[in-house]
């Protein structure tokens, strides 16, 4: 079992520009969470897919979409760049949508964006 | 609301020396309460967590933690620090809805030879 695979591992872009970063889930996981983490800070919690619909959304501002496909992969867009998006990004995945699904999320390794 | 409070933000231990990384949370509900490592340039590994059952929690790598509801803590601490136990470290707690985490800030753990 692969676990989380978050690609790409490192992506540098420009101010302004759009980014799409990929999650697939741990083998059995179907809902996907993502959360960004600061440099020096723990992770936020942006939002969460479950039957390809946005469920929960954190406190981040439209820029920040994401979607979620039929085989329980997903991705997180983010547009309009900021040098303050830079940032690990961090997707984790939990089994079967609804109550206490994440006392089993698994953590991928995370995207490191860098805005210049 | 959920949050979580990590007190210092570094810590340094000789190797061998007891680990003790405080956390305190803040909930409005019965909590579930979990410790991750990180590695530097990784993800979140889970070292153990709290949700039912038996107040002290023990994890990977040898580190344990304590449920202490009058307390508002669940502290993680190992006995004998090893070089490779250098990471750092996140209290996290549940939110009221079970649909995401609410991460401290850290704490980086420094072990000295």
């Known amino acids: 079992d692969a676990g989380v695979t978050q690609s790409p591992t490192h992506l540098i872009k420009t101010r302004g520009q759009q980014v799409t970063l990929r999650c697939s889930p741990k083998?059995?996981?179907?809902?996907v969470s993502w959360y960004q983490q600061a440099l020096g800070q723990g992770p936020q919690f942006i939002f969460q897919?479950?039957?390809?619909?946005?469920?929960q959304r954190g406190n981040f501002p439209d820029r920040f979409s994401g979607h979620q496909f039929p085989n329980y992969s997903s991705e997180l867009n983010v547009n309009a760049l900021l040098l303050g998006d830079s940032a690990l990004y961090l997707c984790?995945?939990?089994?079967?949508?609804?109550?206490?699904?994440?006392?089993?999320?698994?953590f991928g390794q995370g995207t490191r964006l860098t805005v210049v | 609301a959920q949050s979580v409070t990590q007190l210092g933000s570094h810590v340094s231990v000789s190797e061998g020396a007891l680990v003790l990384l405080r956390c305190n949370y803040s909930?409005?509900?019965?909590?579930?309460l979990f410790w991750y490592v990180q590695y530097p340039n990784q993800g979140l590994q889970l070292l153990l967590k709290?949700?039912?059952?038996?107040?002290l929690v023990k994890g990977i790598n040898g580190f344990e933690a304590e449920f202490k509801k009058s307390e508002t803590s669940f502290h993680l601490t190992k006995p004998s620090a090893h070089m490779s136990d250098a990471a750092e470290y996140f209290c996290?707690?549940?939110?009221?809805?079970?649909?995401?985490?609410?991460f401290g800030s850290g704490t980086k753990l420094n072990v000295k030879p």
């Open positions: 909930s409005s509900v019965p909590p579930y």
């Open positions: 709290y949700t039912t059952g038996a107040t």
């Open positions: 083998s059995g996981h179907d809902t």
């Open positions: 996290a707690v549940i939110g009221y809805n079970f649909n995401k985490f609410y």
């Open positions: 897919y479950y039957e390809e619909e946005e469920r």
């Open positions: 984790a995945s939990s089994p079967v949508g609804g109550m206490m699904t994440n006392t089993e999320a698994f």
